[in-house]
């Protein structure tokens, strides 16, 4: 299945690769949209495809961040949140924090609608 990302755009630095510095333990917390009723092989590609998208995207971007989450096991977090509104929120919420973000949108082949932002994922401490 193939799925498209949606862009970052930050003109300041993130404030996640300062953070890599001073803090051990960093995560990945994956945010799945519970609105949509994915069923559980679904939910567990579209998070596979939001940890790999953050993953490209930290590698030039924060990779003294990427490489503290790898020391620290890639430890992962899913959690669930009811609406596309409150993801988006959530996201205007880590990049106000300069958090590095990146939302899976489905190609909408299978259980559904195309361009249908799926998970977010989050790195940081």
């Known amino acids: 299945e193939v799925e498209r990302a949606q862009a970052q755009t930050a003109a300041s630095p993130l404030e996640v690769e ?4 001073i803090i051990e333990g960093f995560k990945m917390v994956l945010v799945v949209r519970n609105d949509l009723k994915m069923g559980k092989g679904k939910i567990a590609a579209q998070c596979s495809h939001a940890t790999l998208g953050l993953f ?16 620290c096991g890639q430890v992962k977090v899913v959690v669930k949140i009811e609406s596309e509104e409150d993801m988006l929120v959530l996201q205007g919420r880590a990049k106000s924090l300069n958090l590095p973000t ?24």
């Open 102 to 125: 990146h939302i899976t949108i489905d190609a909408g082949r299978t259980q559904i609608a195309p361009n249908s932002r799926t998970v977010m994922a989050i790195l940081g401490p």
């Open 18 to 21: 300062n953070l890599a510095e």
């Open 56 to 71: 490209k995207k930290l590698q030039h971007r924060a990779p003294k961040s990427l490489r503290r989450w790898e020391r």
